[in-house]
């Protein structure tokens, strides 16, 4: 594994081993190309990155802290638990660090109009802002079902200026808002910038995507060095599409001695079915533009999924993860509903921070891990976001109405 | 000469287009499906391309996404579709069967698997909309050893360079998608689409179908002097969804709707009709 060459992929087509790629209709392939084109050359381009870390400064709040979780850590009795705090991010998640890189690409274009897919808001959230500064106009598809549990999201994305369209087409969540995105890029790819929020889609978005949030890791892995003098032993992040851990993953993927896990949503149990968890249960397949893990019957239907979290509810993964977990670079595991809430109150008691549900996945196998670690080692956990928007969805399964 | 080489060469010395409705294998229900195609057939389809039903069809329109639900609600796989095809070539050994869908459910299949299935059950061609020639050599390799055409898309977007490359990896035909958008959409400017097909005969000697966005005979008949054939899905599957799970007056609807498509089409190509594109 020392000889890989993690700058290598994907490669030119977009591959990750044989995951990745570029599987849309042709319609959208020009598209593509030229954004691959413009990004490839901007990302290399110092004026541009000078005004994304200009952004990323004045307007996301960057660089966020690396917490010592110090409380949380003695209880555990283990490992030294370190916070990275995407949650303190304008906007409230690691999201904005992508849609702040992909708008700037889009004004480069000279793209008038941006689409965004959004599963909990907190993507298209983070979208609706950037076009709000911007002006850009803005329209973002979201699930039926996740309008319901994700109302505050709809009205601040409303507030923002956007349009929400209510997508009540399949399973009515993030799967299927994906797919109404897609359907309005290939109409209106003339005019119309397509900011997909995580790792996943067609050829360059995983790339692309993935690049926009590294600055996570980056900042971490120096901040980590800084406060200790040494590298984390392990990572731990959600895994939805993926897009906050492969930001926190991919800059230590040469550092041999850093373990990573990417936690899935077990839903109810990866055992009952109703579970978002393709990396643990699911099999290789094509959706959505690429190659990868995916949760599919005998017959290659995409099946309903199922978490507490809106954000993690998807039945595919960003490619780079496939890979990842073929090569065993990471390590991907699953907790259920029932942990990530014991972990999101934990977390809230101890710390006095309320993480996102998504995030509360990651923790709750935190809770588990760092007991099994000395005190002289230490894991970072992305804390991908805050909870404010789940206040509804914990009331509610605890009989609380609000 | 495979099926569908031989129905062109003969529709071209008709100075034919070839008619192509589209209808999604197991909608409304599965039985119903061999008993539409012939009725296409006797109604004047020249070739048949049969929707395979999929969970998130991301270039559909909501017209085909209901149909993919109707017929995914009696659990229509890709096998049982390959099934349907065989049922059909036992009458009918002629009339050229393209499958149009996703690739998940052929690689879920295995493309091995598939081609061997598909050649015996008599298919000509494979569609699929989510798979690029880039992406296509391996499916292609096995596709063409069983026999059987990879058809490919182009755009109003792809570039010349691009087109090149489709042409290479295309057999059968060409299927230009005649406007940028899903399946059903609304407009058609058969002016820009003439330009068009006269671009794309400077890379390819492969007959070139339009589909996309024709909606009636008038249409049709446009098309029709431009195009070797004309592609009509959603204004036929629409029907099913209108005639709510009656699969006869469905496929009476259908076929009187392809008779008259059928008609203005050849009305359009015979010697004398005013150009009216």
């Not at chain 1, 595919?316 to 670079?329: F, N, T, Y």
């Not at chain 2, 057939?41 to 559909?60: C, Y």
């Not at chain 2, 204004?235 to 099913?240: E, G, N, Q, S, T």
Request: with cysteine; proline share 5%; aromatic share 6%.
């Amino acid at each position: 594994m020392s000889k890989i060459d993690w700058a290598a992929f994907p490669d030119a087509r977009g591959h990750f081993g044989p995951y990745g790629g570029r599987f849309v209709s042709e319609t959208l392939m020009g598209a593509l190309d030229e954004l691959q084109q413009v990004y490839e050359q901007y990302i290399n381009d110092p004026d541009f990155m000078a005004e994304l870390d200009h952004d990323l400064k004045q307007f996301v709040g960057r660089p966020n802290p690396l917490y010592h979780a110090e409380r949380l850590s003695r209880e555990l009795g283990g490992a030294q638990i370190y916070l990275k705090r995407e949650d303190l991010n304008h906007t409230g998640a690691h999201k904005v660090n992508n849609t702040i890189g992909q708008a700037l690409l889009a004004k480069k274009l000279g793209k008038t109009r941006i689409i965004a897919e959004t599963g909990a808001g907190q993507h298209g959230v983070a979208t609706a802002t950037v076009a709000a500064r911007l002006g850009l106009e803005c329209v973002v598809y979201m699930g039926e079902e996740d309008t319901r549990r994700q109302s505050q999201n709809v009205y601040r994305m409303r507030l923002l200026g956007a349009e929400v369209v209510v997508v009540k087409s399949g399973t009515r969540t993030l799967k299927d808002a994906l797919n109404e995105a897609m359907r309005d890029w290939v109409t209106n790819v003339d005019d119309t910038f397509y900011i997909i929020g995580t790792v996943a889609g067609p050829h360059p978005y995983p790339a692309m995507v993935r690049d926009f949030q590294a600055v996570i890791g980056r900042e971490a892995r120096e901040q980590h060095l800084e406060m200790t003098g040494k590298l984390p032993d392990a990572l731990v992040a959600c895994v939805g599409g993926g897009s906050n851990a492969i930001g926190l993953f991919h800059p230590f993927l040469g550092d041999e001695s850093v373990e990573m896990i990417g936690v899935e949503a077990g839903g109810d149990g990866v055992e009952t079915g109703r579970h978002s968890a393709p990396l643990c249960a699911g099999q290789p397949g094509v959706l959505h533009g690429n190659r990868t893990y995916l949760m599919e019957d005998e017959n290659g239907q995409i099946i309903g999924t199922h978490s507490v979290s809106a954000g993690l509810d998807y039945p595919g993964v960003g490619p780079e993860h496939a890979w990842l977990k073929d090569i065993g670079r990471v390590n991907y595991v699953s907790v259920t509903d029932d942990q990530a809430l014991a972990g999101f109150h934990r977390m809230t008691r101890t710390e006095g921070i309320i993480p996102a549900l998504e995030t509360s996945h990651a923790i709750a196998h935190v809770l588990d891990l760092a007991p099994q670690m000395r005190p002289d080692q230490s894991i970072i956990i992305n804390l991908s976001g805050r909870g404010d928007k789940d206040l509804n969805t914990v009331a509610e399964r605890e009989g609380i109405t609000l | 000469m495979s099926r569908i080489e031989q129905r062109f060469a003969e529709l071209r010395e008709q100075n034919r287009a070839a008619l192509i409705p589209y209808v999604t294998a197991g909608d409304p229900e599965p039985g119903a499906t061999v008993p539409l195609m012939h009725a296409l057939v006797a109604a004047g389809a020249d070739l048949i391309e049969l929707g395979v039903p999929f969970s998130d069809p991301m270039a559909d329109g909501p017209v085909i996404q209901k149909a993919c639900e109707r017929a995914l609600r009696f659990g229509t796989s890709l096998r049982d579709v390959l099934a349907m095809v065989a049922e059909f070539r036992k009458t009918d050994t002629t009339t050229p069967v393209v499958l149009m869908g996703y690739l998940n459910p052929v690689e879920r299949m295995g493309y091995e698997a598939f081609a061997a299935t598909a050649k015996t059950a008599g298919l000509d061609g494979l569609l699929t909309v989510d798979l690029p020639p880039e992406e296509s050599e391996e499916v292609v390799d096995l596709l063409e050893a069983s026999g059987i055409d990879p058809i490919f898309l182009v755009a109003p977007t792809t570039s010349d360079a691009r087109i090149d490359h489709v042409a290479r990896a295309a057999r059968g035909f060409v299927y230009y998608v005649s406007l940028k958008g899903v399946t059903g959409s609304q407009t058609l400017d058969t002016s820009a689409l003439a330009e068009r097909l006269e671009g794309l005969r400077r890379h390819t000697g492969l007959p070139l179908g339009v589909g996309f966005g024709i909606r009636d005979a008038q249409t049709a008949a446009q098309v029709a002097q431009v195009a070797d054939a004309v592609v009509v899905g959603s204004a036929i599957v629409r029907l099913a969804e209108e005639h709510d799970g009656d699969a006869d007056g469905f496929a009476r609807a259908a076929a009187t709707v392809v008779r008259e498509m059928r008609d203005a089409m050849d009305v359009a190509r015979s010697p004398g009709a005013a150009a009216t594109v």
